[in-house]
């Protein structure tokens, strides 16, 4: 917005410091100047601010030369709301308010016999240096307030209303031409500003244009009210119109300006002619009153002062005289309980200040921040990790080695996506004021951030692409929110397998390789994986029935992963086949790191020995690995699988395995009776699954 510093300077006489002087003290406090313009001889400097939106007391020339009073220490010439005495009025205007919750407070004072004309005088060259177009001297004095102290106001034809004022909801499709000259249909939610007969303006936006101000006008109602900030941000947004006067109330307007504005409005307009009819009609909403204009005193200590605030230049630190004098000159007023604690009521126009705090940061802020002596905080504690992190760190190095890149992706997720990926039903956590629909819960599990941002690469064709996150899942309800670690894989396209081999088309395989690659990481005392056999488990609604997995270590389900579900990727709008998994990192910290041991070598020849077996479908290799671990046979070293083979010549729902296994002592040669006891063992092992030993 913009500023004049010759207008500041009419509200603080006492001012010395140069235009430039004064732009650099405001910005340093918080009231940035992002640029100033001489205007000339005379007529100073246009400052361009930027006031943020917590500070609408600010927004006017009013709340600027507080501010500019407070830092200078200067006196703040009060506002001249003084008016001829009123003559008594033929009907008096009646107002009443049907909504209370969304209308606080509502005057309305009668002027009459008045004389349109142009601006002249201050007005029409403060509106010329701010390049504002002149409307007519009534008009422009509405405008001309809001610049001053940032209160808006409307000024009616009062011949034009029929009957008096209600400040009610609109009727759903009533109709109102706005004064742009459009005409609106209204909506049930809309606040309007009406006679006994229509709606005369869109309260808090923009009046109407059947009760405008025209050049016959003669007789006038000077509007000044407090409208609920919610209500207008609603209707301004629902109706595309943002007003000088809708950014003032959604942001929260002063309770108690109204009466001083409307007097204020009145004065501009009896200048070219005219009289007062009546005494000001004002209607105020007690619950209002309590909310916003009469709200509690904070307690302030001024040893916190010291204490948060510290040392200043002088080493002394803020002294109980400038936390008195910075905190009145703002508009607070002090009440001494004891020679160092106070009780501070604030003024209405500072609804930003809630509490103590606020006024400490309020002290430092106009006392200059710049003052305060550069020392760094005092730190009696140590920097630690967390129990996991190293685990963690493992995680992290594993996948990286394996060629997968870390990502992070948004806390919150849909709703759709809360419900389809949560790993229990029904404890999902809903936000109290979401941005939007699509981060209206936090997130019950990585997979939906990490399907959005395998789409959008995908949709940029980058096409293979393999990504981890880890990060924090939440469950359980708004009243309690359970917060555990979670790690998601998402993979599409061509994967390499080693520097000197083929890209090739990456597949579920390679997914189960990589989880493989990270629980041997741990030491579990069990470890398997399974299809979701009967009384496994129930497939996640996101993964294809016929192409997933799940890891099982000690019991406990540590992940789910597989090829992503048609479903998800046609709403996804996914073109490619995508594999995702979930692992419940907090349960794969629970076991132990496996400990790296070097072996001795042995010196002894090992001996292979093959053994071929027919299994049912059934008998899984982890059964068949579990069991050959179960000998606790200390030579035999190592086991795997060789050859696989289904089809002629075997019974149905029955395969053929070819299983490679090596036996070696440490410090001798096995003993071919010894070899033939191994043998042996094996091979009733592998029976008592229900195999069948091939010739």
């Given at each position: 917005?913009?500023?004049?510093?010759?207008?500041?300077?009419?509200?603080?006489?006492?001012?010395?410091?140069?235009?430039?002087?004064?732009?650099?003290?405001?910005?340093?406090?918080?009231?940035?100047?992002?640029?100033?313009?001489?205007?000339?001889?005379?007529?100073?400097?246009?400052?361009?601010?930027?006031?943020?939106?917590?500070?609408?007391?600010?927004?006017?020339?009013?709340?600027?030369?507080?501010?500019?009073?407070?830092?200078?220490?200067?006196?703040?010439?009060?506002?001249?709301?003084?008016?001829?005495?009123?003559?008594?009025?033929?009907?008096?205007?009646?107002?009443?308010?049907?909504?209370?919750?969304?209308?606080?407070?509502?005057?309305?004072?009668?002027?009459?016999?008045?004389?349109?004309?142009?601006?002249?005088?201050?007005?029409?060259?403060?509106?010329?240096?701010?390049?504002?177009?002149?409307?007519?001297?009534?008009?422009?004095?509405?405008?001309?307030?809001?610049?001053?102290?940032?209160?808006?106001?409307?000024?009616?034809?009062?011949?034009?209303?029929?009957?008096?004022?209600?400040?009610?909801?609109?009727?759903?499709?009533?109709?109102?031409?706005?004064?742009?000259?459009?005409?609106?249909?209204?909506?049930?939610?809309?606040?309007?500003?009406?006679?006994?007969?229509?709606?005369?303006?869109?309260?808090?936006?923009?009046?109407?244009?059947?009760?405008?101000?025209?050049?016959?006008?003669?007789?006038?109602?000077?509007?000044?009210?407090?409208?609920?900030?919610v209500s207008v941000r609603r209707s301004s947004k629902r109706h595309g119109l943002h007003?000088?006067?809708?950014?003032?109330?959604?942001?929260?307007?002063?309770?108690?300006?109204?009466?001083?504005?409307?007097?204020?409005?009145?004065?501009?307009?009896?200048?070219?002619?005219?009289?007062?009819?009546?005494?000001?009609?004002?209607?105020?909403?007690?619950?209002?009153?309590?909310?916003?204009?009469?709200?509690?005193?904070?307690?302030?200590?001024?040893?916190?002062?010291?204490?948060?605030?510290?040392?200043?230049?002088?080493?002394?630190?803020?002294?109980?005289?400038?936390?008195?004098?910075?905190?009145?000159?703002?508009?607070?007023?002090?009440?001494?309980?004891?020679?160092?604690?106070?009780?501070?009521?604030?003024?209405?126009?500072?609804?930003?200040?809630?509490?103590?705090?606020?006024?400490?940061?309020?002290?430092?802020?106009?006392?200059?921040?710049?003052?305060?002596?550069?020392?760094?905080?005092?730190?009696?504690?140590?920097?630690?990790?967390?129990?996991?992190?190293?685990?963690?760190?493992?995680?992290?190095?594993?996948?990286?080695?394996?060629?997968?890149?870390?990502?992070?992706?948004?806390?919150?997720?849909?709703?759709?996506?809360?419900?389809?990926?949560?790993?229990?039903?029904?404890?999902?956590?809903?936000?109290?004021?979401?941005?939007?629909?699509?981060?209206?819960?936090?997130?019950?599990?990585?997979?939906?951030?990490?399907?959005?941002?395998?789409?959008?690469?995908?949709?940029?064709?980058?096409?293979?692409?393999?990504?981890?996150?880890?990060?924090?899942?939440?469950?359980?309800?708004?009243?309690?929110?359970?917060?555990?670690?979670?790690?998601?894989?998402?993979?599409?396209?061509?994967?390499?397998?080693?520097?000197?081999?083929?890209?090739?088309?990456?597949?579920?395989?390679?997914?189960?390789?990589?989880?493989?690659?990270?629980?041997?990481?741990?030491?579990?005392?069990?470890?398997?994986?399974?299809?979701?056999?009967?009384?496994?488990?129930?497939?996640?609604?996101?993964?294809?029935?016929?192409?997933?997995?799940?890891?099982?270590?000690?019991?406990?389900?540590?992940?789910?992963?597989?090829?992503?579900?048609?479903?998800?990727?046609?709403?996804?709008?996914?073109?490619?086949?995508?594999?995702?998994?979930?692992?419940?990192l907090d349960r794969l910290d629970r076991l132990p790191l496996r400990q790296p041991i070097?072996?001795?070598?042995?010196?002894?020849?090992?001996?292979?020995?093959?053994?071929?077996?027919?299994?049912?479908?059934?008998?899984?290799?982890?059964?068949?690995?579990?069991?050959?671990?179960?000998?606790?046979?200390?030579?035999?070293?190592?086991?795997?699988?060789?050859?696989?083979?289904?089809?002629?010549?075997?019974?149905?729902?029955?395969?053929?395995i070819l299983i490679r296994i090596v036996f070696q002592a440490l410090e001798r040669t096995?003993?071919?009776?010894?070899?033939?006891?191994?043998?042996?063992?094996?091979?009733?092992?592998?029976?008592?699954?229900?195999?069948?030993?091939?010739?």
């Open positions: 917005m913009n500023i004049l510093s010759q207008w500041i300077r009419s509200y603080v006489p006492g001012l010395t410091l140069t235009d430039r002087e004064l732009a650099e003290a405001l910005t340093l406090r918080g009231i940035a100047v992002e640029g100033i313009y001489d205007l000339g001889p005379g007529n100073g400097s246009l400052f361009e601010m930027d006031i943020t939106t917590n500070r609408v007391d600010a927004m006017n020339h009013y709340g600027i030369a507080r501010e500019a009073a407070a830092i200078a220490g200067q006196v703040l010439t009060p506002l001249d709301a003084t008016l001829p005495p009123s003559e008594p009025i033929a009907v008096p205007i009646k107002v009443s308010i049907e909504e209370p919750e969304m209308c606080g407070r509502f005057t309305a004072r009668a002027l009459s016999q008045v004389r349109m004309q142009p601006s002249v005088g201050l007005v029409a060259q403060r509106f010329a240096l701010l390049q504002q177009k002149l409307i007519s001297h009534a008009v422009d004095a509405t405008n001309y307030v809001t610049q001053a102290i940032g209160q808006p106001t409307h000024v009616f034809d009062r011949d034009k209303l029929e009957g008096g004022i209600i400040v009610r909801r609109a009727r759903k499709g009533e109709k109102l031409r706005t004064l742009d000259g459009i005409e609106r249909v209204l909506d049930a939610e809309d606040l309007v500003v009406a006679d006994e007969k229509k709606a005369v303006g869109l309260a808090g936006v923009m009046g109407g244009w059947d009760t405008m101000i025209t050049a016959e006008t003669k007789n006038i109602l000077v509007e000044a009210a407090w409208f609920d900030p007003t000088d006067a809708s950014h003032r109330f959604e942001r929260g307007a002063d309770f108690n300006a109204p009466p001083v504005a409307s007097a204020l409005v009145s004065q501009l307009i009896l200048q070219g002619g005219g009289r007062v009819e009546g005494d000001l009609v004002d209607v105020a909403v007690p619950q209002a009153v309590a909310r916003t204009a009469e709200r509690p005193a904070i307690p302030l200590s001024h040893r916190e002062v010291r204490r948060l605030l510290g040392v200043t230049e002088d080493g002394l630190g803020v002294g109980q005289d400038t936390t008195e004098s910075v905190l009145q000159a703002l508009g607070c007023e002090l009440q001494k309980v004891t020679d160092d604690r106070y009780h501070v009521t604030l003024p209405s126009w500072r609804l930003d200040l809630e509490r103590e705090i606020d006024l400490i940061e309020e002290i430092a802020r106009v006392y200059g921040y710049n003052r305060f002596a550069n020392t760094l905080p005092t730190f009696a504690g140590i920097v630690s990790k967390t129990p996991d992190a190293g685990k963690e760190a493992v995680v992290r190095r594993t996948l990286l080695a394996l060629g997968w890149n870390e990502a992070l992706s948004s806390t919150f997720c849909s709703a759709t996506d809360a419900v389809t990926f949560a790993p229990q039903t029904g404890l999902v956590v809903a936000m109290g004021n979401p941005l939007n629909e699509e981060a209206g819960m936090l997130r019950p599990s990585l997979l939906p951030g990490m399907l959005t941002m395998l789409a959008h690469n995908l949709n940029r064709n980058v096409n293979d692409i393999q990504l981890f996150e880890m990060g924090t899942v939440f469950s359980g309800s708004p009243e309690r929110v359970d917060e555990r670690a979670a790690l998601s894989l998402g993979a599409s396209g061509s994967v390499w397998s080693g520097p000197e081999l083929p890209p090739h088309a990456l597949d579920f395989y390679d997914l189960k390789g990589t989880v493989e690659e990270l629980v041997e990481k741990f030491a579990p005392r069990s470890f398997y994986f399974d299809t979701f056999a009967a009384g496994a488990g129930i497939i996640p609604p996101w993964l294809h029935p016929g192409r997933a997995a799940r890891a099982v270590a000690d019991g406990l389900t540590i992940a789910w992963f597989g090829q992503l579900d048609s479903v998800q990727l046609q709403q996804r709008k996914l073109r490619q086949i995508v594999y995702a998994g979930e692992i419940y070097a072996p001795e070598l042995s010196r002894f020849q090992p001996v292979h020995r093959d053994f071929s077996f027919v299994f049912a479908d059934a008998v899984r290799w982890e059964t068949i690995a579990e069991t050959l671990r179960n000998l606790c046979i200390a030579e035999l070293t190592r086991f795997s699988p060789r050859e696989i083979f289904r089809g002629q010549g075997l019974p149905a729902a029955h395969y053929s096995l003993r071919d009776e010894e070899l033939q006891s191994y043998s042996q063992a094996v091979i009733a092992a592998l029976e008592s699954l229900g195999g069948r030993q091939r010739a």
